[in-house]
């Protein structure tokens, strides 16, 4: 069975920072690509930062520069550092993992992080 726990999320001020983590079991990251997406109230999911199965990364261009994925393979976690909050990075922010080879999703039930001005 299959499981996303994140969790790190809260309140922060702007230029603050925060680190995501995601706790899988069920999964080999060997054979699948993760990613952090985010909602805000009123607006759709969007993909924030993704590392694949072979380990190389992609960033919205809203968060490059600013936001950083990891894994840790021996504790099967995905982290999302996060630097230099602002308010517009508000939202509640889900883990997701894609099987490489039957593209199943798999979906976290969120954490929220809110970036006071």
């Known amino acids: 069975q299959v499981r996303l726990v994140e969790s790190g999320g809260g309140l922060v001020q702007a230029g603050g920072s925060l680190r995501l983590s995601c706790a899988a079991s069920?999964?080999?990251?060997?054979?699948?690509?993760i990613g952090w997406y985010r909602q805000a109230p009123g607006k759709q999911r969007e993909l924030v930062a993704r590392?694949?199965?072979?380990?190389?990364?992609n960033y919205s261009d809203s968060v490059k520069g600013r936001f950083t994925i990891s894994t840790d393979n021996a504790k099967n976690t995905v982290y999302l550092q996060m630097n230099s909050l602002k308010p517009e990075d508000t939202a509640v922010y889900y883990c997701n993992a894609v099987n490489t080879l039957s593209r199943f999703p798999f979906w976290g039930q969120g954490t929220q992080v809110t970036v006071s001005s």
């Open positions: 069920g999964i080999n990251f060997n054979f699948y690509n």
């Open positions: 590392i694949t199965s072979c380990g190389s990364t």
